[in-house]
Every structure is written in C-alpha cells, then in structure tokens.
C-alpha cells in the first residue's frame, strides 16, 4: 500500500489549495478514504471522509463548508479542496487509508496559511 500526497505549500489568508492523494497497491475503490491533519503542538484531527461507494462525505466543523473532498476511482486518487483558509489550518495534511483493521498513512504534505 502506499499513499503519496502532494499539493501543500504557503497560501495566504483566504486563498485556497487542492490536495491529492495518489493511492496504488490496494484495491482503491473498494475503500473509504480519509484526511487527517496535525498542527504544531496539537492531536491528529480528522477533517474528512469519503466512502467507497456512493462518495458520501463528512466533515470536521472546523472546516465544513470550506473543504470538499472528492475522489477519482479511475485514478485511484482522493482530492482535498480547501477554500477560504484560516491561519488555523496551517498543518501537514495525511490521506489514510483502513484497511483489514490497519491504517495506512501517506508521507504528508505541509500547508501553511499565513500573511
């Protein structure tokens, strides 16, 4: 399994990003995805979660309504799109993936929001 995130970087108030998680060695479909985030100094957060099927989604409060998350079976790649950013969201965000009972976790990529 391996998870390849790409798409953080430096954006400033406001502004917005797109990342992507690049998934291969599993059956991609067949498996909900999440993103997480960890900012300095404080726990693991989930922000989303997209299903295998039908692409329900859900969201942390804390960014419901600004990040959408999206998948393409057909590329096997799970999207985070976050609009309106807050300093607050600065953190390095992970795609994960469960499967038979083990989480499996991308390298991360760094966002940080700032002026």
């Known amino acids: 399994v391996q998870l390849v995130e790409s798409g953080g970087g430096l954006v400033q108030p406001g502004g917005s990003l797109r990342l992507s998680c690049a998934a291969s060695?599993?059956?991609?479909?067949?498996?909900?995805m999440r993103w997480y985030r960890r900012a300095p100094g404080k726990e693991r957060e989930l922000v989303s979660i997209?299903?295998?099927?039908?692409?329900?989604?859900n969201y942390a409060d804390s960014v419901k309504g600004r990040f959408t998350i999206s998948r393409d079976n057909g590329k096997n790649t799970v999207y985070l799109q976050m609009n309106s950013l807050k300093p607050e969201d600065t953190a390095v965000y992970y795609c994960?993936?469960?499967?038979?009972?083990?989480?499996?976790w991308g390298q991360g990529t760094q966002v940080t929001v700032s002026s």
């Open positions: 994960s993936a469960r499967i038979s009972a083990r989480d499996y």
């Open positions: 060695g599993f059956t991609f479909s067949s498996y909900a």
């Open positions: 997209i299903t295998s099927i039908g692409g329900g989604t």
